[in-house]
Nanobody, 120 residues
């Protein structure tokens, strides 16, 4: 019933910016950490950024200083601002959330992914 829907991906040139959004909907009790992963062609999925419910952020070294993760707890939405994009940032970006159904029932939820393509 609960789902994550990403948006904001697209085609950009190197050096440009994109902002991704991921909105959670459904029967939500609480969302703990939310994050973004990406998977480049022929590569493994990797963690890009994560943000806790209180706003603490962490980033992969490859994007630190260029990406900013944020969240709106009222809208149950997490964002990823991507600046100074490089061709190696190309991939499918997936939203991830740690959902707390009850006090003790915690599970992980994934979005469907949104394509980001950066041309040189």
């Amino acid at each position: 019933q609960v789902q994550l829907v990403e948006s904001g991906g697209g085609l950009v040139q190197a050096g440009e910016s994109l902002r991704l959004s991921c909105a959670a909907s459904g029967n939500i009790f609480r969302i703990n950490a939310m994050g973004w992963y990406r998977q480049a062609p022929g590569k493994q999925r990797e963690l890009v950024a994560v943000i806790t419910s209180s706003g603490s952020e962490n980033y992969a070294s490859s994007v630190k200083g260029r990406y900013t993760i944020s969240r709106d707890n009222v809208k149950n939405t997490v964002y990823l601002q991507m600046n100074s994009l490089k061709p190696e940032d190309t991939g499918v970006y997936y939203c991830n959330a740690e959902m707390q159904r009850t006090r003790f029932d915690v599970y992980e939820l994934w979005g469907q992914g949104t394509q980001v393509t950066v041309s040189s």
